[in-house]
């Protein structure tokens, strides 16, 4: 069994700036792609920004509305992912979640999700 925590949401004024953070744990022996999504009330969950790790070093990918504001790493040692979020906007409010592919000693991957860590940005 895998287990996503994720923390650093809170309540934030508009151009301020978050951290988040998701540390995995559990049976893993690799894990694949990591990345963030958020759900903003009334709309569907949406995809935030992603990063996989490769022989060459790690590849990201940005939704549109946050690129330039938003940077996704990770640490592989501890298994965490981590995305920094600034000059953040009323419209970036919404429950964000953790996803990670992740690989168990059994060979199976497995995609797992975050319980959710609620950004909320006042204008």
């Known amino acids: 069994q895998v287990q996503l925590v994720e923390s650093g949401g809170g309540l934030v004024q508009a151009g301020g700036s978050l951290r988040l953070s998701c540390a995995a744990s559990?049976?893993?022996?690799?894990?694949?792609?990591m990345g963030w999504y958020r759900q903003a009330p009334g709309k569907q969950r949406e995809l935030v920004a992603t990063?996989?790790?490769?022989?060459?070093?790690?590849?990201?990918r940005y939704a549109d509305s946050v690129k330039g504001r938003f940077t996704i790493s990770r640490d592989n040692a501890k298994n965490t992912v981590y995305m920094q979020m600034n000059s953040l906007k009323p419209e970036d409010t919404g429950v964000y979640y953790c996803?990670?592919?992740?690989?168990?000693?059994?060979?199976?991957?497995?995609?797992?999700w975050g319980q959710g860590t609620l950004v909320t940005v006042s204008s």
């Open positions: 559990g049976n893993i022996f690799k894990i694949g792609t």
């Open positions: 996803n990670a592919d992740t690989l168990g000693y059994s060979f199976r991957w497995l995609e797992v």
């Open positions: 990063i996989t790790s490769g022989d060459s070093g790690d590849s990201t």
